[in-house]
């Protein structure tokens, strides 16, 4: 079996932290900021992690990560 490719746009969102949960990045960061407010652009700046449910899919995306 040949060796599975990674999805680079996931590559480039995700990362798999020391205990193997999946880390992300938040949305809405990068433009229009005018509106939002000090304390929700403070938050947005903070990581994640993605949702169990989702957790499968985004593994097979980044297999060797």
């Known amino acids: 079996?040949?060796?599975m490719k990674t999805h680079r746009?996931?590559?480039k969102r995700?990362?798999?932290t020391k205990?193997?949960?999946v880390k992300r990045?938040?949305?809405y960061k990068s433009h229009i900021l005018t509106k939002k407010t000090t304390k929700r652009?403070?938050?947005l700046r903070k990581g994640a992690y993605i949702a169990a449910?989702?957790?499968k899919n985004i593994?097979?995306?980044i297999p060797y990560k």
Do not use: C, D, Q
């Open 1 to 3: 079996m040949p060796k």
């Open 9 to 11: 746009g996931a590559a």
């Open 14 to 16: 995700f990362s798999v």
């Open 19 to 21: 205990s193997g949960r």
């Open 25 to 27: 990045g938040h949305a």
């Open 41 to 43: 652009k403070r938050n």
């Open 53 to 55: 449910v989702e957790e």
């Open 59 to 61: 593994r097979a995306l």
